[in-house]
């Protein structure tokens, strides 16, 4: 994923304009923490958990027990947590108190996308708004100005 500093005040988190964070996904699971030194040594700025529930998409990975996990080991650490998951709403509290700095949920799984950005900011988080690639991009203009990350899936 790619975040863009720009007027989304998390410029402050990054020199440049923009700011790199590779998925964990693609790592050895059962050398997780490992493999996210291994990112973070390679340049990553921040690391990008993908947390999928079984439901908004198919696959199942993990919560907020990993990310707590990870948080412990690297608790300098920007974390986006990058939620394919329905009733993104219900997981804001476990991701915050997990140590995620940066929520990102599917405007596709949001009823109220306002008030779950609102939830987001109120945890001390910076909100995120992704879209599936058939979601016309439409609907996230009336966002923009409220989110720090806009993620337009491929």
């Not at 040594?41 to 907020?64: E, I, K, Q, R, S």
């Amino acid at each position: 994923a790619v975040v863009s500093t720009q007027s989304t005040g998390m410029g402050r988190l990054c020199k440049g304009g923009c700011m790199i964070g590779p998925s964990i996904l693609n790592s050895d699971l059962s050398r997780l923490a490992e493999e996210c030194k291994r990112m973070l040594d390679a340049g990553a700025d921040y690391l990008h958990l993908d947390v999928m529930d079984g439901h908004f998409v198919p696959n199942l990975t993990f919560g907020a027990p990993v990310v707590q996990s990870l948080r412990d080991k690297f608790p300098g650490v920007i974390f986006e947590v990058h939620m394919m998951v329905s009733n993104p709403e219900q997981w804001i509290d476990d991701m915050s108190k997990a140590g995620a700095d940066i929520y990102t949920f599917h405007l596709e799984a949001s009823d109220d996308p306002a008030r779950t950005i609102e939830k987001i900011r109120s945890k001390g988080m910076h909100a995120g708004c992704g879209i599936k690639p058939k979601t016309p991009v439409e609907p996230l203009s009336d966002l923009g100005s409220l989110l720090d990350v806009l993620l337009v899936m491929t």
